[in-house]
Nanobody
Framework: QVQLVESGGGLVQPGGSLKLSCEVS????????VAWYRQAPGKEREFVAS???????QYEDFVKGRFTISRDHQKNTVYLQMNSLKPEDTAVYYC?????????WGQGTQVTVSS
């Protein structure tokens, strides 16, 4: 069974930065897409960013220019660099990886942006 382990969350002031990591238990090139989603209290889970097997990246409009998704295939890890953080970025951030009909989620890491 695929395991996704997120880390790097925490408390940061507005305007600050955090880098999230998603360590995958197998070769990340086995997956069509690895992505980050987030869920704020009382809201539905929403897409943040993704990277596909070919390296193409996609971002939701509210993070464009602030967040960057990247990967290190030797470490089987996908990263989310988050800059210029805003209070509205506060959420649990989840890593997601899929291949065909297999959808895999991590347990999430809490990001809190507050002064």
């Amino acid at each position: 069974q695929v395991q996704l382990v997120e880390s790097g969350g925490g408390l940061v002031q507005p305007g600050g930065s955090l880098k999230l990591s998603c360590e995958v238990s197998e070769n990340i090139f086995n997956f069509n897409t690895v992505a980050w989603y987030r869920q704020a209290p009382g809201k539905e889970r929403e897409f943040v960013a993704s990277i596909n097997v070919g390296g193409r990246t996609q971002y939701e409009d509210f993070v464009k220019g602030r967040f960057t998704i990247s990967r290190d295939h030797q470490k089987n890890t996908v990263y989310l660099q988050m800059n210029s953080l805003k209070p509205e970025d506060t959420a649990v951030y989840y890593c997601y990886a899929n291949i065909l009909s297999s959808h895999n989620w991590g347990q999430g890491t809490q990001v809190t942006v507050s002064s």
